[in-house]
């Protein structure tokens, strides 16, 4: 994926404006393979860090970028996702993805990111 194709599947799934500026968002062209396309993205506080979740056909990356260190990447193969829910609060939402090694729960998700995420992730699971 190319800066410009990132630029472009945020502004189509909504979200341009929350997260154009993010580290984590700058760091994706290097991160994805040529050929993945983003489905849904969002991020959240897990582990006690901010972590950008970003979801394409086959694979949920989990990126966090600190500008002192260096970026981590937690790579989740959709097919082993078992199960996601949400709670939306007033202003946020908490994103829970059970998959085959353990748990991950998004702490702090902006509610705008979370409906287009969610199906994204579940879609892998209908089939």
């Known amino acids: 994926m190319t800066k410009e194709d990132v630029t472009e599947a945020l502004k189509v799934l909504g979200v341009n404006n929350l ?14 393979h040529m050929d993945e396309r983003l489905y849904g ?5 897990y582990e006690g860090r ?15 970028v600190n ?16 199960n996601v829910s949400v709670n939306k ?19 702090h998700a902006a509610k705008a990111s979370v409906p287009t995420f969610v199906r994204a992730v579940q879609h892998p699971l209908k089939n």
């Open 19 to 32: 997260y154009s500026f993010r580290l984590e968002v700058r760091a994706l062209p290097q991160i994805l």
């Open 50 to 64: 901010r972590w950008l979740a970003a979801v394409t056909g086959k694979n949920l990356y989990l990126i966090s």
């Open 67 to 82: 500008p002192l260190s260096k970026t981590e990447v937690k790579l989740i193969k959709l097919s082993s996702i078992r």
């Open 89 to 107: 609060g007033l202003m946020f939402a908490k994103i829970t993805l059970e998959h085959n090694e353990g748990v991950i729960t998004l702490e």
């Open 41 to 45: 993205i969002t991020s959240g506080v």
